[in-house]
């Protein structure tokens, strides 16, 4: 059975290096020989709804918004989840999924309603490096961030990290994204995966199985360093 | 005191500031200026003409292009050495009271002030892309305060604007007097969804046309350049040539040979001493380091590193990379995953700077072979006695920048 990755609208969810994360994860799999392949959908293709892993990255907040009218199309997000699709999902792309995130001119746009969250705009934006201890068993986590809406969990939800360092969701909840059945979200930005080999592997793992060690020394040294910087 | 006193005072502080080694002249120059005369840039740009540059990319060889044209003509003072904020206005004003003309290269942000400061005669609009999120603005924040900025030009003000460009194209458009310029780019990694309504812009002509339901659209350009020959609106050709190598030198050799037409001087005339431009400031500059004879290029945002990675295809085979994430570098590396790195493919490549790691991690994913190194010394024991390109984001090239100018 080939894997089937969907890089989602990178047109519009893609501001900060965001195709890293689905790059890096092709890579790990082709390393280790496993059959995959990475379909990019742009914003005038249908949005296939039976692929295995699904990536939304972030965006400014017009594209966030025209995000949000594609994936509603037609029931596609809701198509997908029902169909065992799970997602990786970032920044604004995390947003989204939620009941309702701000936009420009005092706006708050209705979210996709997929996961109990919701995103309130927040003065200053949160920028930089972010650092924390994950609720799932992998390493430290190290991103960076940079993000002006701020998130709540609207009902229990496991966290991705607690934040060490950094805003992370923000609202003073002093944790990072969220991990649920079938979505991991974050507000670590851009190359998540190239920094934290071990959430890319554990995402991944949940889709494939266990997955077979796999020496990439650099990334290790990536991860150690940017831990280390904080 | 008299702006001609405070001038005399700044420039003693900006030299003893230079000789100590305590900072650039120019930035304590301009400072002290300006703490002393908040309207000093006002004043000095008084019956002066001026021309401001701005955009993402390009501002300082285009600066320099346009100077070297208009001095043709007449005295001009400029800021080549890149102080694009206040203090660098102001200083680079002050150098020489006398010259009639000013060619200034002003930060993006900084444009409105230096509108209304300085009443130019000329505007141009590079482009606007995205450039170290951590500390600059996202794209549409840029383009709508260029907007507002349009609304204070003087009457009589000219606009050189990129028509392939929709955030410039958004933000000129509502101005009478814009000259618009197509150099024949295609596509915008930024400008997926329209500048005015915020819907999916509609991309056509393999990337070089856009439009949107709601009207928004690429102007008609009045100055067209394809294959290296410039056409204006009364059907003037002109062959544009550079000395500094890649299409974004020749783009911006034509803005050049058009501001310059704006001031009068023929398209020969500003054609051929444009031409001459080898070196900007140290780009494409050389330097050697042990036996290795490196030409010295700036990278510093994707659209720059895609640029400059195809200008590098055509040069040596080595080939040196080095990324620093000070602030004025950007702290955000994940840019590096918005660059496609494949024209180093097959190629001897070397990584260095603070955040070599991020960059091999990157190469790797991007299947390049590399070798990390300690130092641009380093590189040069690997490659020997050989040409090699040395491409540095911010911070590093403008460390090495001071070697060129010395060898």
Known sequence: MTLTIVHLLPELLGTYGDRGNVEVASWRLKQRGIAHEVITVGVRDKVPTSADLYFLGGGEDDAQIAAREILERDGGIRKILNNGGHIFAVCAGFQLLGA????????????????????????????????????????????????????????????????????????????????????VATYMHGPAFARNPELADWVLARKVGELAPLSAPIFNKLHAQRVASN | MKLRSIIALANALGWVSRITKRGSGVMVTGRIILKLDPHAVATLAKNRRVVLISGTNGKTTTTSLIYQALATQSKVVSNFTGANLFAGLAAALSKDISAPTAALEVDEMVLPWAITETKPELVVLLNLGRDQLDRLSEVRVVAQKWKKAMKTLPSNCAVLADADDPFVTWAARDWPDVIWFSSGATGHIDASTCPECGAILHWGDGGNDYDCECGFRKPNADWVLRSGELVGPHDQKIAVQSAIPGFAAISNAARAIIAADIFGIGLQESARSIAQVSSVDGRFGALQIGRTHFRLLLSKNPASWRETLQTSVSGPEAVALVVNANTQDGKDTSWLWDVDFSPLRGRKVVVTGERRLDVSARLTVNEIAHRIVEDEAAAAEIFGAVQADLIASYTAFHRLAKLVKRS
């Open chain 1, 100 to 183: 309702s995130f701000p936009a420009s001119g005092n706006r708050t746009i209705t979210g996709l309603g997929i996961l109990p969250i919701e995103t309130l705009a927040a003065s200053p934006r949160s920028v930089g490096e972010i650092l924390s201890q994950p609720t799932i068993p992998v390493a430290t986590l190290t991103g960076f961030e940079n993000h002006g809406g701020q998130t709540g969990f609207l009902e229990e939800l496991q966290p991705l990290g607690r934040v060490v360092h950094g805003v992370g969701n923000g609202l003073n909840s002093k944790v990072d994204g969220v991990v649920t059945e079938q979505i």
